[in-house]
């Protein structure tokens, strides 16, 4: 008998919606806004399926004074526009520095023109 699995919610998720995931935002002088990881010589954007994995990478990566930020529709422009101007290509999600493995990537969505 074949039974139905439900899915968690990360893996419901489509990787080109930043919505409803969490980043690290720093507020720290000349290094505020949304943490970021180069790749290849590209930013990307590392964000988390909960709070709780932001704060475990926060500890480990060594950015104490960043903070989890919730993207959800209300923010998700504004965070779209702040990415861009700072030339980030993509996004990580939950990446883990202990393991250097990361459960999913995609580009940032483009803003509607």
């Known amino acids: 008998m074949k039974r139905n699995r439900v899915r968690k919610p990360e893996e419901r998720r489509r990787p080109d919606n930043l919505t409803g995931l969490f980043l690290l935002r720093s507020d720290a002088g000349g290094e505020a806004g949304p943490v970021m990881a180069r790749i290849d010589g ?42 861009a101007a700072v030339g980030a290509r993509g996004f990580i999600v939950d990446y883990d520095a202990h393991n250097a493995t990361y459960s999913a990537a995609g580009e940032i969505p483009q803003l509607a023109v």
């Not at 954007?45 to 959800?72: E, H, K, Q, S, W």
């Open 42 to 83: 590209q930013l990307y954007v590392m964000v988390f399926t909960n709070a709780a994995r932001a704060t475990g990478a926060r500890d480990t990566l060594g950015v104490g004074d960043a903070r989890p930020f919730y993207i959800c529709d209300a923010n998700r422009e504004q965070l779209l526009r702040e990415l």
